[in-house]
């Protein structure tokens, strides 16, 4: 039976049992949402903006795993959607987005909410279509799915022509997928697994480097089961958190630009890197030429480019963390002895007693980070926990105490402001069991405000935390540092009522001066369980270290700013 | 580790529309330099084979064909060691030049004048990229109107 490109779409969901899609309507993708519209599969969740539609899927990805999906329209609808796009391309986030596209017969002619769509994704997708015909379609939405998922993850774009979801063809989806040209390796090589276990044998003091890759590939537990078997402590990226679970005395702390002083120190004072799902971004590594410049590099990763791009692997092995880690950890529980490691665990210690990750509270005011260690303690693993970008994004990398993977959940690579309230949604969607906190600055929360609308209207209580320092925190904090002081166009004194905001939208506001209205105000809004904004008056100038400046080195850490 | 150095890479990519953008887009955006680009379809295949001619260290030209690589509709990227490269060139002479010295010359690069008109005739040869600057600098001083170069191909050897 010939069914429409439209259908085709709704089918392709339900044979890959999406159960929600987040989107937003228009002209040239009217007929796919006209089918939404008949269709009882799955859920469709209108957000107020087509950038947190994509964000959603986002977030709804990181915490399934699955694949998340967003639907928009031709022109402004997919423009708007493409900061998504390059944030899941950043980071790896298995996701699929269909957007509408003019006629067939209008492509080419600037016609009305017209734009080369596949044109701009390309350099922002794993992989991109343009269907021209109906007959494509079931083979591009199943390709779609398996091209997101497998392999190092990434967003798939599809842009369908307004005809071609009219268009009827055949829908057969039974067909398997085959692309030539498209076979990730995922099972490492033997040879390599074993010498690089020689070298773990060998070294005298390996340090695991974490990266995000292990959560995409579903092995935190098993990367915790192999630290602990051979003794060997690690570091986490900004993006692993929640591998080693916040309590594991293995678990040095993140490293990089602001990672703690023991994790930097462990990576420089290291003779062997046994990286996992990590791509030595300049985030983390600093100055090239001076990182963990003493060691061998084991580097396992499922995307060969990834290895020996910025550093050069001696054991360098492609493939899937998971399955390498069966072949490895066997290998190494046989030939490792955690006891050598001993005095390089308490060298670790040290560097940690000399310089802990710390705060002081020094003044009146809360300080941020007090903010962040006090929604851990009351909620720890209840809580899933997003981000926006800046400052209070690095003092939440730095003190939540994350116990889980796909518990975190902040745009890494990209840094997109505005990621973090959409994201949270679209994890409260999937796992509304758990209270979903969006730690936020009072800059990144303005650039998706819009999606309290949605969160009033879906019943997604999101938890807003503005740390509000009235500025743009962090490139206050650059100004502040390497610019003497010239604190241009940063200052955000100016601010809307945020408390009346979110209850304009039908949502709950709490405006909090001390520590026991935070406490108040958390309990309220958790009991309310509906959308919040916590707007939290914190320490102005207090600023994110300790800090590698930019192209510094790990080992040479600004760990405090002093007044000059 | 090695400087900028001429390689010559081979990419074969199935036949889709917008395959070719993928590749150049890859090049821009990641600040990789093309020399030269040619590409033809695969005789009785799905495929069609790219040549680029590119320059970079040896850590760039691992870096390009593995990011080439990862677009899904790249099958194979091989960098040519051991190659058979060779590139056509046409040039345009006014008639009024020595013609039979433009043909011996033409000859000792693998090629002949091939068209002839009232004012101008067509010369194409085709030798090695490197024999060909070295032709196109001795032809000089016969005014060539226009100079067409093809970019190379190459094989393995």
């Known amino acids: 039976?010939?069914?429409?490109?439209?259908?085709?779409?709704?089918?392709a969901m339900i044979?890959?049992?999406?159960?929600?899609?987040?989107?937003?309507?228009?002209?040239?993708?009217?007929?796919?949402?006209d089918e939404i519209y008949k269709q009882d599969s799955f859920k469709h969740i209108l957000t107020r903006h087509e950038q947190a539609a994509v964000h959603a899927a986002e977030g709804y990805a990181q915490r399934t795993g699955k694949v998340g999906v967003a639907m928009i329209t031709s022109g402004p609808g997919f423009t708007n959607g493409v900061t998504g796009l390059a944030d899941a391309y950043m980071d790896s986030i298995p996701i699929i987005v269909i957007s509408g596209q003019v006629p067939m017969s209008l492509i080419g002619t600037d016609a009305f909410q017209e734009i080369d769509a596949v044109g701009i994704s390309r350099s922002c997708t794993k992989h991109n279509y343009l269907v021209t015909d109906a007959a494509d379609l079931p083979r591009v939405l199943k390709e779609?799915?398996?091209?997101?998922?497998?392999?190092?993850?990434?967003?798939?774009?599809i842009d369908i022509p307004k005809d071609v979801t009219a268009q009827l063809a055949e829908f057969d989806y039974s067909a398997p997928v085959v692309l030539e040209t498209y076979k990730p390796t995922t099972k490492g090589n033997t040879r390599q697994i074993k010498k690089a276990v020689e070298a773990i044998a060998a070294a005298k003091r390996p340090l695991f480097y974490l990266g995000g890759g292990i959560i995409s590939a579903e092995?935190?537990?098993?990367?915790?089961?192999?630290?602990?078997?051979?003794?060997?402590?690690a570091v986490e990226t900004f993006r692993a958190r929640g591998t080693m679970g916040a309590d594991n005395p293995l678990l040095i702390s993140m490293l990089g630009m602001h990672g703690s002083y023991a994790a930097n120190m462990a990576m420089s004072e290291t003779d062997l890197v046994i990286a996992l799902g990590a791509r030595f971004d300049d985030r983390v590594t600093g100055k090239l030429s001076e990182f963990a410049k003493g060691a061998d590099i084991i580097h396992v990763d499922i995307d060969p480019a990834s290895i020996s791009k910025l550093v050069n692997a001696d054991y360098p092995i492609v493939g899937d963390i998971k399955k390498v880690l069966e072949v490895m950890m066997p290998l190494a529980k046989e030939k490792v002895d955690p006891e050598k490691y001993t005095p390089w665990l308490e060298t670790i210690e040290n560097f940690e007693k000399l310089h802990p990750l710390s705060y002081r509270e020094d003044t009146d005011n809360i300080k941020p980070q007090w903010v962040i260690e006090r929604v851990g303690e009351l909620l720890g693993d209840d809580a899933n926990i997003t981000t926006d970008v800046g400052q209070h994004q690095m003092w939440t990398a730095q003190f939540y105490p994350f116990s889980r993977p796909r518990q975190w959940n902040s745009s890494g690579g990209l840094g997109t402001m505005g990621y973090g309230f959409p994201a949270a949604l679209g994890v409260k969607a999937a796992d509304p069991e758990r209270v979903s906190i969006n730690i936020t600055g009072d800059g990144s929360i303005l650039m998706n405000i819009q999606e309290l609308m949605t969160a009033v209207e879906q019943k997604l209580p999101v938890i807003n935390i503005i740390l509000n320092n009235n500025y743009l925190g962090m490139v206050r904090q650059w100004q502040t540092l390497f610019y003497d002081k010239r604190h241009s166009e940063t200052d955000l004194s100016v601010q809307p009522d945020f408390v009346m905001l979110s209850q304009s939208f039908g949502g709950a506001g709490y405006r909090v001066k001390t520590k026991e209205e935070f406490d108040a105000a958390l309990k309220d809004a958790i009991e309310k369980n509906v959308v919040t904004i916590i707007d939290v008056a914190v320490e102005r100038m207090e600023n994110v270290m300790p800090m590698v400046p930019s192209g510094g080195s790990l080992f040479n850490m600004m760990l405090e700013y002093k007044e000059k | 580790m090695s400087g900028n150095v001429r390689r010559v890479v081979s990419v074969i990519v199935y036949n889709e529309s917008s395959t070719l953008s993928r590749i150049t887009d890859l090049f821009s955006a990641r600040g990789y330099n093309i020399v030269s680009l040619t590409v033809a379809p695969i005789p009785e295949s799905k495929y069609s084979r790219l040549t680029i001619v590119t320059s970079g260290s040896s850590r760039v030209i691992e870096q390009i064909i593995k990011q080439l690589h990862k677009l899904i509709p790249v099958l194979k990227v091989y960098e040519h060691e051991d190659l058979v490269e060779k590139e056509m060139t046409l040039i345009k002479f006014p008639i009024t030049e020595n013609i039979s010295d433009i043909d011996t010359l033409c000859?000792?690069?693998?090629?002949?004048?091939?068209?002839?008109?009232?004012?101008?005739?067509?010369?194409?040869?085709?030798?090695?990229?490197?024999?060909?600057?070295?032709?196109?600098?001795?032809?000089?001083?016969?005014?060539?109107?226009?100079?067409?170069?093809?970019?190379?191909?190459?094989?393995?050897?």
């Open chain 1, 15 to 33: 044979a890959e049992e999406v159960t929600v899609v987040f989107g937003y309507p228009g002209g040239a993708i009217m007929n796919v949402y």
């Open chain 2, 107 to 157: 000859q000792a690069y693998n090629g002949k004048i091939v068209n002839a008109g009232p004012d101008m005739v067509i010369a194409m040869v085709a030798d090695e990229p490197k024999r060909i600057d070295h032709f196109l600098e001795a032809i000089k001083r016969f005014h060539p109107k226009e100079i067409v170069r093809s970019g190379a191909v190459a094989l393995e050897r």
């Open chain 1, 1 to 11: 039976m010939q069914i429409s490109g439209a259908q085709m779409v709704i089918e």
């Open chain 1, 219 to 233: 092995a935190a537990y098993d990367v915790r089961e192999f630290a602990k078997s051979c003794g060997i402590p």
């Open chain 1, 144 to 157: 779609a799915f398996h091209i997101a998922r497998t392999g190092r993850p990434g967003p798939v774009h």
